[in-house]
């Protein structure tokens, strides 16, 4: 993990590989963001003038690195464009910040050390820096290079940036250094969602992945309990272990519980963990299979919150609810035309074995209901009808509370993860009426992603305020990497849970 600190030095006597400064589009050419004056003054007043000669912009996602003038102990400096100059003086949406940083902590990788001279004059400003800098300093590379005898000793994949240093910032004000704390632990939590979410099947499987959370529980005082498949069927988690008969690893359902001696208020996260997805019986085409080790990555969000919330000792109970399966084909699977009788007692027609996150979450939120908490958010890559309808960087939001799911959508909004209010028609339900059971997996086609909501609403407890996110787009990023989001596992939704975890503690649950 790159490690953070709030520096003491100023720009022009940081020893450091680069110098970062912020550049924002201006109507004539590049306009230099505030940090970057005594940079500016190194290069004689004239930094604006020569990114303009190098064809910068200011635009977001731009980068222009240029040696760095007499004066700076640093022997680089990269600019990094920040988008069109804010109405205001110094009012850098926070997210442009997140991504600018992001950017060039990922150009810097193979670096020592780096100082950041972005805007910081506000503490929100500094940990907007600071978390998409970490963020963005993120690589996967646990199976590269290693003890690879045939390759050359220097043939590894680039290490990322080892040392961010936050510049203008104040090293001494308490609120300063409690908003660069908060964010490594956020950050930290983050990275080792995405560290799940990219690790082969072959290694992640639920059984491992319990181990994971029951270490990292020990470490920061959290709760851990895993029900394995004995415990599973003597409480007739019928959905969970319909989902993973079909696989030689079988079926956990893992409770991580952080309580406060303060708290007011509880709040439980459900996580759908389907370690990968064959689609079972429902075989998926050939050229869907190849990314569905990340379809456990609502697990891995709900694990990273609670475990954050768990350092940052906010004054709320979280518990965590995963619900992990490996879905695949063999003699033993659901077949299609099974019906399954689920922990709520509710008998499930199974018409498709490739719709199974619904499944398990529904035993989970069952679960999680009898505890009577103040409200329930489950996070899961459910359905593909939600890529379809909102594209691959926004996730939806649906909720039996329309207060409620407003309040998760401005969460979101505030901490920079896209998302979408969607609505469940009750005209839909009708569509998974079945001739032999409660309800069926499946309904109509069309609106598939509010069907699978509506579906998951019928396990949630009587009087709990419950949002289901759908992350099936942004939970996974198979392009280039941009600002802070890496290629492969992202991290989505853990931020907007930090956050609601942080109102509620406050006591503003929505």
Not at 13 to 33: F, H
Not at 36 to 45: P, R, T, Y
Not at 230 to 255: D, E, H, M, Y
């Amino acid at each position: 993990m790159t490690a953070l600190t709030l520096s003491t030095a100023g720009a022009a006597t940081l020893r450091a590989d680069a110098l970062v400064v912020g550049v924002a589009k201006g109507v004539k050419g590049p306009v230099l963001a505030p940090g970057s004056e005594a940079v500016d003054k190194a290069f004689d007043g004239k930094l604006a003038a020569v990114l303009a000669t190098l064809g910068a912009t200011g635009a977001e996602g731009e980068l222009t690195k240029l040696p760095a003038a007499s004066g700076l102990k640093a022997p680089v400096v990269v600019a990094v464009g920040l988008g069109p100059v804010p109405d205001k003086e110094d009012a850098y949406d926070a997210e442009a910040l997140r991504r600018a940083a992001g950017t060039a902590a990922r150009a810097l990788s193979g670096s020592k050390k780096a100082g950041f001279a972005l805007p910081a004059g506000s503490v929100e400003d500094a940990a907007a820096v600071a978390e998409g800098a970490l963020l963005g300093s993120y690589a996967f590379t646990a199976y590269q290079g290693g003890e690879n005898k045939l390759a050359p000793k220097d043939s590894g994949p680039k290490q990322p940036l080892a040392e961010v240093a936050l510049l203008g910032g104040k090293p001494r004000d308490k609120a300063y250094k409690a908003a660069v704390e908060r964010a490594l632990a956020l950050v930290e939590e983050i990275n080792r969602a995405r560290d799940l979410i990219n690790t082969p099947p072959n290694d992640l499987y639920p059984e491992s992945f319990a181990a994971v959370a029951t270490a990292a529980g020990k470490e920061h005082g959290v709760k851990v309990q895993v029900l394995d498949e004995k415990a599973l069927v003597k409480g007739g988690f019928g959905g969970i272990l319909g989902v993973g008969q079909g696989s030689a690893n079988g079926p956990r359902l893992v409770k991580l519980a952080y309580t406060h001696p303060k708290a007011e208020k509880t709040l439980a996260f459900v996580g759908k963990g389907i370690t990968y997805d064959s689609g079972g019986i429902s075989l998926k085409p050939a050229g869907h299979n190849e990314t569905m080790k990340c379809d456990m990555s609502g697990a891995a969000a709900v694990f990273a919150a609670v475990v954050t919330a768990a350092r940052l000792g906010l004054k709320v109970n979280v518990t965590g609810w995963l619900a992990l399966a490996e879905n695949m084909p063999s003699g033993n699977a659901t077949r299609p035309g099974d019906v399954l009788r689920m922990y709520s007692g509710k008998t499930v027609e199974v018409l498709n074995t490739d719709a199974e996150g619904r499944l398990v979450l529904g035993d989970a939120l069952t679960r999680a209901s009898e505890e009577k908490p103040d409200a329930i958010v489950d996070v899961a890559t459910l359905t593909g009808a939600m890529v379809l309808a909102l594209g691959n960087r926004t996730f939806g939001i649906m909720a039996n509370d329309d207060a409620f799911r407003t309040s998760i959508h401005e969460i979101a909004e505030e901490v920079g993860e896209a998302s979408w209010p969607m609505p469940l028609p009750a005209d839909l339900r009708k569509g998974m009426d079945s001739p032999t059971a409660d309800i069926a997996n499946m309904g109509e086609r069309m609106g598939g992603g509010l069907v699978a909501g509506l579906f998951l609403k019928e396990f949630v407890g009587e009087g709990i305020a419950w949002a289901h996110l759908d992350i099936a787009g942004p939970a996974f990023h198979e392009g280039a990497p941009y600002g802070y989001t890496p290629k492969g596992g992202t991290g989505s939704a853990v931020r907007t849970l930090v956050r609601l975890a942080e109102r509620t503690a406050d006591g503003d649950l929505g």
